[in-house]
């Protein structure tokens, strides 16, 4: 598998944080990259950086979000926009390099949480 620094989606990413008030997320500490040849039917993946790489390399949380190139690009905008939000709806409000997983207590990832979500956007 090959994969390729996506300057493109961090920008995308950028926009999308301060458009939704996600204040939790920092947007220097999250890495947007595009995979090629992977084995997988996801079209994007959120990857964290745990707690113990901060306590014993003294790295800060940081995150690193994969773009399925051959399933992403085959998406409309809109569903693009969707994918990169459904990623970013993993990362917790501590910012920790934790993420939350797709149902939980007190929250829910999935189409109709992010469909709520982008039409603040839209409006």
Known sequence: M??????????????LI????????KPNQIWCIRSFDAKTRAY???????????EV???????????????FEKL??????KTLI???MHIPKTFSGALLSH???HHEINDREVEKIIKKIEK
């Open 2 to 15: 090959k994969y390729k620094l996506a300057p493109e989606i961090k920008k995308q990413i950028r926009v």
């Open 18 to 25: 301060k458009e939704l008030k996600f204040t939790h997320i």
């Open 44 to 54: 994007a993946r959120i990857w964290g950086m745990s707690r113990l790489f901060h």
């Open 57 to 71: 390399a003294g790295l800060p949380p940081t995150y690193i979000i994969e773009i399925i190139n051959q399933h």
């Open 76 to 81: 409309s905008d809109r569903e693009k926009i």
């Open 86 to 88: 459904h990623e970013l």
């Open 103 to 105: 149902r939980g207590p």
